[in-house]
């Protein structure tokens, strides 16, 4: 099992841009699989991304492929997540999620942080 602290959330014009982080503790880092997820309200929790244990597979809704981008550093135990081109329907809590396995897009992963918030305004 692995803590999971995401930040960098906030306030931001549509547009705009924001990156998150979610800093992990408590196990091997690079044994796990990541994944960004967000949820809005009145919503079902959503993948966005994800990334391989090594960073060598990624993955992307295509609701965000092109304007979001997944990436890790192992050495530094984070993973990041660079979102462009806001929209204002990328409005939601987002959540960042460890497994450990192959990369899918449900939501069954092992550990969740406790969410940052990403407001688009219009």
């Known amino acids: 099992q692995v803590h999971l602290v995401e930040s960098g959330g906030g306030l931001v014009q549509a547009g705009g841009s924001l990156r998150l982080s979610c800093a992990a503790s408590g196990r091997t880092f690079s044994n796990y699989a990541m994944g960004w997820f967000r949820q809005a309200p009145g919503k079902e929790r959503e993948f966005v991304a994800g990334?391989?244990?090594?960073?060598?597979?990624?993955d992307y809704a295509e609701s965000v492929k092109d304007r979001f981008t997944i990436s890790r550093d192992n050495a530094k135990n984070t993973v990041y997540l660079q979102m462009n081109s806001l929209k204002p329907e990328d409005t939601a809590a987002y959540y960042c999620?460890?497994?450990?396995?192959?990369?899918?897009?449900?939501?069954?992963?092992?550990?969740w942080g406790q969410g940052t918030q990403v407001t688009v305004s219009s």
């Open positions: 990334i391989s244990r090594n960073g060598g597979l990624t």
């Open positions: 999620a460890a497994r450990t396995g192959i990369l899918v897009r449900s939501t069954n992963y092992d550990d």
